[in-house]
């Protein structure tokens, strides 16, 4: 399977290895190096996800919760606290940071 646009090998195995991809299953497959792993869709998904939103300068891990819930859960509005909230288009387009100035 084909890496998502502007992802290298090396960013995808270090964030299969520190368990910022995981299955939907909750991590039958073993992290960690030496394990030969089929990606599926939905891990690819993730890997995209998480590469945009490291883009924007969310750090790895905020991004990879915000990726599996996403995409594992269906989850289209994630609120962060103090005004801000994550939006993401159903088709996975775009995604938009929201902040609301407090009253």
Same mark, same amino acid.
């Given at each position: 399977?084909?890496?998502?646009?502007?992802?290298?090998?090396?960013?995808?195995?270090?964030? &299969? %290895?520190?368990?910022?991809? @995981?299955?939907?299953? +909750?991590?039958?497959?073993?992290?960690?190096?030496?394990?030969? $792993? *089929?990606?599926?869709?939905?891990?690819?998904?993730? &890997? %995209?996800?998480?590469?945009? @939103?490291?883009?924007? +300068?969310?750090?790895?891990?905020?991004?990879?919760?915000?990726? $599996? *819930?996403?995409?594992?859960?269906?989850?289209?509005? &994630?609120?962060?606290?103090?005004?801000?909230?994550?939006?993401?288009?159903?088709?996975?387009?775009?995604?938009?940071?929201?902040?609301?100035?407090?009253?």
């Amino acid at each position: 399977m084909k890496l998502p646009e502007g992802v290298t090998q090396r960013q995808a195995q270090y964030w &299969i %290895a520190n368990g910022y991809v @995981l299955p939907p299953d +909750g991590g039958s497959r073993a992290p960690g190096t030496g394990y030969h $792993r *089929k990606l599926t869709d939905e891990d690819m998904a993730v &890997i %995209a996800l998480i590469a945009r @939103l490291r883009r924007v +300068g969310i750090e790895v891990g905020l991004a990879s919760r915000l990726a $599996r *819930k996403h995409v594992h859960e269906g989850a289209q509005s &994630i609120d962060l606290g103090d005004g801000i909230t994550v939006r993401f288009h159903p088709e996975h387009r775009y995604t938009m940071l929201n902040y609301r100035a407090p009253d």
